[in-house]
Nanobody
Framework: QVQLVESGGRLVQAGGSLRLSCAAS????????TGWYRQAPGKQRELVAV???????NYADSVKGRFTISRDIAKNTVYLQMNTLKPEDTAVYYC?????????????WGQGTQVTVSS
């Protein structure tokens, strides 16, 4: 069974940094993309950053230059380094993996980790 477990979220002051981790297990297919999404209260879930199996990255405009997505393939772990945090970055951050298996693509989500940025 595929599991994505996020960690690293906590309360931090504006201007501070955090690193989120997403550890994947039970993957029985090819991970095509792994991404970080976030959802603030009363708002829709939005893409923050994504990394493809080829290593290509893409970021939301609101986090470009501040956040960096990376991965450790050997550990099946994806990271989100968040610098210069702002109060508007406050949200639950979710890890997502798109897994290709037998000509189908399956989408998996973690349980989320809370990031709170105080002003």
């Amino acid at each position: 069974q595929v599991q994505l477990v996020e960690s690293g979220g906590r309360l931090v002051q504006a201007g501070g940094s955090l690193r989120l981790s997403c550890a994947a297990s039970g993957i029985n297919g090819d991970i095509k993309t792994t991404g970080w999404y976030r959802q603030a209260p009363g708002k829709q879930r939005e893409l923050v950053a994504v990394i493809t199996d080829g290593g290509t990255t893409n970021y939301a405009d609101s986090v470009k230059g501040r956040f960096t997505i990376s991965r450790d393939i050997a550990k099946n772990t994806v990271y989100l380094q968040m610098n210069t945090l702002k109060p508007e970055d406050t949200a639950v951050y979710y890890c997502n993996a798109e897994v290709r298996r037998y000509f189908h693509t399956y989408s998996y989500w973690g349980q989320g980790t809370q990031v709170t940025v105080s002003s």
